[in-house]
């Protein structure tokens, strides 16, 4: 039987950003990496701006879009098109590849 965990898990847009915003001021020097659900190119600019973390980070956007740095970078997209299905994960647990099965949609 498929092994499922697909789905979103209730988990929002940029959902350790307030996590961040907290851990953030007592960290010294140390760099803090913020990674989850970041999507939309404004929340990042917003969260690199404001210092509440020091590198935007993320997982599933570059299994969809490899050269998705490199297409904000030139200001070609507000936000990236993963729209966290998981399905890439599920793959994982499945045995099968880890790519993007989820193309058709669109981005939120
Ligand atoms: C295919 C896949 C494999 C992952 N493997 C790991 C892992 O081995 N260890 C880990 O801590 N997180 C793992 N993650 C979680 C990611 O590092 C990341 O925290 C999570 O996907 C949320 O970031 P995102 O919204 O940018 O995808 C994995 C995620 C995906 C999609």
């Known amino acids: ?5 697909v789905g979103k898990y209730d988990l929002g847009e940029g959902y350790n950003l307030e996590a961040a915003k907290m851990i953030k001021p ?15 190119v404004a929340q990042m600019k917003e969260t690199l ?9 993320m997982s599933r956007p570059f299994i969809r879009e490899p050269f998705i740095v490199k297409k904000i970078k030139e200001g070609k997209t507000e936000a ?19 790519q993007c ?8």
């Open 1 to 5: 039987m498929m092994k499922s965990m």
């Open 80 to 98: 990236v098109a993963c729209v966290s299905c998981n399905r890439c994960l599920a793959a994982v647990a499945n045995n099968m590849p880890v």
């Open 26 to 40: 007592v960290l010294g020097k140390i760099p803090l990496f913020v990674v989850g659900g970041l999507r939309k």
């Open 101 to 108: 099965y989820n193309k058709g949609f669109p981005a939120p």
């Open 49 to 57: 701006e404001n210092q509440y973390a020091d590198c935007i980070s």
